[in-house]
């Protein structure tokens, strides 16, 4: 008997499992690849905090303005305020912020009316990611379940007002399906960027955890509001890579082509030619929503395949220096910080609705439901999670801070809350009328069309009827894979379709449902 399950492994997901573990608590971390294989890892620009008490109320302005209105201002100003002591566990847990001589070495992001960005170079979420799982393998009382894939949750009673959760399959590296009991499931398995034909998100951003606890009975919200990273390096043949927003922060600026010409005839700055002036006044600075959005709008009007990002006016060896990550990824193709103008283009990024959870990461009731329905033992950490801290659209660096922090917040309500362990006779998994005449070549043709639904019909700009559109693709979808699920043993290839195909559903529907434009949300038969 388990105390404790935590699914996922990217900083939400370490942080919660070592403290859970360290208070004593037998703790099993559930990671579909290698531990690293997250989110996290990825994270280049870094991690934003209040660290003086001067700038908690700018901190606080940003987040709730960023966010449209939509934030909740009392979750809001929680994150803000205890961001200085998390990042203080951050630094106990062996993770190296760059400094200078006046401390911390702070940036400057989109958004953000001042530096309070903590970094590690271009790489900050791979240093925290490396510094965690250093603290998780020596930890006592955490067991590492690496190439290991939830599949479902258990619960109790499937009818009962109170839902209780008794533990969770999981599928083994050799196809079985392990029946795991345990009082709390932590969910921190990170997003959903793959139902995008283009994202900059690793390969397990499948929405395994929305779509696991949407099917138990959890409530999700605000999943209409999908953020697309605006600088995402636009190569034929090349997956997306990221390309930080800290570099637009120390000075890169967004050109179309013909801003590109009209610069080159001028000794003026170049950010006086950005096409980003006729969309805000903060030029390459404003938030993703509106950045992301001009970038596809000059796109279209121009018909080029990407928009062009500038540092040719920056230092060419502080550059390398500040941005070695981007720099070695460039050197692939040739192309230079400091010198070439970079292609870039917006690629699907983070999931800022999720499972709806209160202030301490515990799983809200369904109002859908007929009968009210209250959780006992399910959290969500995390970007799987929507705590109300991003409201319309997530300020830049503003996820690793909510990770950690509702991290912190999830680990004490466990800690002080768990029951007493007790044995529990649960039910071995099995998908309804086995059969092997199932066939599965439909698969990876079902991902593409998948993809390419969401990505031309529930993307950056939407319309009406290409959203009842995607409804429509998507149903087919679903019955289709249905059949596949319900007729043989479960790969990750299944399971994987299977939840994002539920998650598309949901943000198709979320995104049916919102009537005005609002942040992350454009459709313009709502102009």
Known sequence: MTDVVVVGSGIAGLFVATRCARAGLSTIVVTKKKLADSSTNWAQGGIAAAMNHSDLQAHIDDTIEAGC??????????????????????????????SNEEGFDMAIEGGHSSRRILHAKDATGAEIERALIVEARSSPNLELLESHMAVDLILKDKNADIKEIDGIWVLTPTGDVRTIPAEAIIIASGGAGHIYRQTTNPSVATGDGIAMAHRAGAMVRDLEFVQFHPTALALMGERPFLITEALRGHGAVLMTNEDLQRWKHSEDEPSQ?????????????????????AADEEMKRTGDNCVWLVTSHLDEGELKERFPTIQKRLNK???ELGVNPLPVAPAAHYMVGGISVDKNGLAQQCPSCSNPIQFTGLYAIGEVACTGLHGANRLASNSLLEAVVFSHRCAEHVIANLKPKH?????????????????HSPL???????????T??????????????????????RNEVD????????????????????????????????????????NLDHD
Do not use: C
């Open 69 to 98: 209105g939509l934030s909740d201002p009392e979750i809001v100003e929680m994150v803000v305020r205890e961001s200085s002591e998390r990042i203080g566990d951050l630094i106990a847990s062996g993770v190296q912020f760059d």
């Open 273 to 293: 030619y950005s096409f980003m002036l006729d969309y805000d006044s903060r030029g390459s600075l404003a938030t993703r929503d509106i950045v992301a959005r």
């Open 333 to 335: 193709h040739r192309l």
């Open 423 to 439: 044995d529990k006779e649960l039910p071995e998994w099995r998908a309804d009328g086995l059969s092997d005449l199932v066939e």
């Open 444 to 454: 990876k043709s079902d991902r593409i069309a998948l993809q390419s639904t969401m």
């Open 456 to 477: 031309d019909d529930v993307g950056l700009v939407k319309r009406n009827a290409r959203l009842q559109r995607a409804q429509r693709r998507l149903e087919f979808l």
């Open 483 to 522: 059949q596949i699920w319900r007729g043989s043993l479960p790969t990750r290839e299944v399971i994987e379709l299977r939840n994002m195909i539920h998650v598309s559903r949901l943000v198709t529907s979320a995104a049916i449902s919102r009537k005005t434009n609002v942040g992350l949300h454009h």
